[in-house]
């Protein structure tokens, strides 16, 4: 990796990072493109996140990512919005034009592409969604976009929950249920259950946003985490016989989008795929 006075340089902004395998995957690909840029961490939560993204409009970048907790906070700090990005309320992708920022999501369509890729027909299940943050924001509006049934949302955070299921109801279909934190009892009616709350991964490895006994043999259990790979959250539900799906091909498939919006060039999938899974067997073998 050479830094001269032509790179372009990507920044991830969120709290905590250390689990994350994104500048790996993102300078991978870039060497294998030949791009002249680089990815890199920056921990961060609210308390400066204005100041840092306005140093950014200044200085050679030509975006940069956003992941818990700044989301959805960020986009106060944006100039413009990209349509869906503004239906979702959140945000995890800025493309820098000039000074001028522009607000993305590719979380979305990274968790739509890795759960077709599973097989999962999205109008043709209902979904119970944990957390309702930047990135139960995104996924649960993607399934509303692409006519899910219905989508059942809870979080630790009420108003949290209650937001998002406005939101999805009054921009996309009115789908979405609101559930009070700790209420199980819609579990059972549900095809496909989501965990989108980070319970389960940094400095809550070991704990699930539900108890084990509500979990049926036939649902889909997804985790947005990818690191751990399995979550506890999908350890009781593999241990139940269900199909599990963590979040390293959405990370995979956000990630590709998110090169292609930074560089108008097609990002190299196979390549950024290799590395994840590398990785991964790296942590696997710790």
């Known amino acids: 990796m050479n830094v001269d006075i032509n790179t372009k340089f990507i920044t991830l902004l969120g709290?905590?990072?250390?689990?994350?395998?994104?500048?790996r995957?993102?300078?991978k690909a870039y060497e294998a493109a030949g791009m002249n840029?680089?990815?890199?961490?920056t921990v961060t939560g609210n308390e400066h996140l204005g100041e840092i993204v306005n140093a950014l409009r200044y200085m050679p970048f030509a975006g940069f990512a956003v992941?818990?907790?700044?989301?959805?906070?960020?986009?106060?700090?944006?100039?413009e919005l990209d349509p869906l990005c503004q239906k979702m309320g959140s945000c995890n992708t800025v493309v820098k034009?000039?000074?001028?920022?522009i607000g993305h999501n590719t979380d979305g369509v990274g968790f739509y592409t890795a759960i077709m890729e599973a097989g999962v027909k999205v109008d043709q299940n209902v979904f119970f969604c944990f957390g309702g943050g930047g990135a139960g924001r995104a996924m649960c509006s993607i399934l509303a976009y692409h006519g899910a049934r219905k989508i059942y949302i809870t979080d630790l955070f009420e108003d949290c929950a209650r937001s998002l299921v406005d939101d999805i109801n009054k921009n996309f279909s009115t789908i979405a249920e609101f559930v009070p934190h700790g209420d199980f009892s819609k579990l059972a009616a549900c095809d496909i259950i989501l965990n989108a709350s980070g319970v389960g991964m940094g400095h809550s490895i070991g704990e699930t946003p539900m108890p084990k006994e509500y979990i049926n043999k036939g649902q889909i259990f997804f985790d947005a985490c990818y690191n751990p790979d399995k979550t506890q959250f999908l350890l009781n539900a593999e241990e139940a016989g269900c199909q599990i799906m963590n979040g390293l091909m959405m990370s995979l498939y956000q990630g590709t989008a998110q090169i292609e919006l930074w560089t108008g060039k097609k990002a190299p999938v196979d390549v950024m795929r290799n590395e994840l899974l590398t990785i991964l067997a790296e942590q696997n073998q710790k």
């Not at 709290?15 to 500048?23: E, G, K, V």
């Open 15 to 23: 709290d905590p990072l250390a689990q994350s395998f994104a500048a």
């Open 97 to 101: 034009e000039g000074t001028k920022l």
């Open 67 to 79: 992941t818990k907790p700044n989301k959805i906070k960020v986009l106060e700090y944006l100039d």
């Open 37 to 41: 840029m680089v990815y890199f961490y």
């Open 25 to 27: 995957m993102q300078n």
